[in-house]
């Protein structure tokens, strides 16, 4: 079993920055895919960034590419979302998912953990 913990959401002004922070705990972080998701109200949940368990691939949605960059520091158990230029259709629920495999996956069917999700507000 894997328990997520998101943190890092908030209001920001469009244009600027947010940190999410995800830890893991239950088993081993470092051998297993992390990702992050959202969900806008009305919305689908959407992929928004994959990092497999090296840290050597990742994937981002298009909407986030060259905004968001994800990483992992696996001494920490910790996977990070580091938000720039922030829009205001980024608000949404944001959540930190693990599989059960090394590679990352695009799919919320390929993530058997999930956080309890962290919002995030960007204003105009």
């Known amino acids: 079993q894997v328990q997520l913990v998101e943190s890092g959401g908030g209001l920001v002004q469009a244009g600027g920055s947010l940190r999410l922070s995800c830890t893991a705990s239950?088993?081993?972080?470092?051998?297993?895919?992390m990702g992050w998701f959202r969900q806008a109200p009305g919305k689908e949940r959407e992929f928004v960034a994959a990092?497999?368990?090296?840290?050597?691939?990742?994937h981002y949605a298009d909407s986030v590419k060259g905004r968001f960059t994800i990483s992992r520091d696996n001494a920490k158990n910790t996977v990070y979302l580091q938000m720039n230029s922030l829009k205001p259709e980024d608000t949404a629920v944001y959540y930190c998912?693990?599989?059960?495999?090394?590679?990352?996956?695009?799919?919320?069917?390929?993530?058997?953990?999930w956080g309890q999700g962290t919002q995030v507000t960007v204003s105009s």
């Open positions: 998912a693990a599989t059960s495999s090394r590679n990352l996956g695009y799919w919320s069917s390929d993530y058997n953990y």
């Open positions: 990092m497999n368990w090296s840290g050597r691939s990742t």
């Open positions: 239950g088993r081993t972080f470092s051998s297993v895919a």
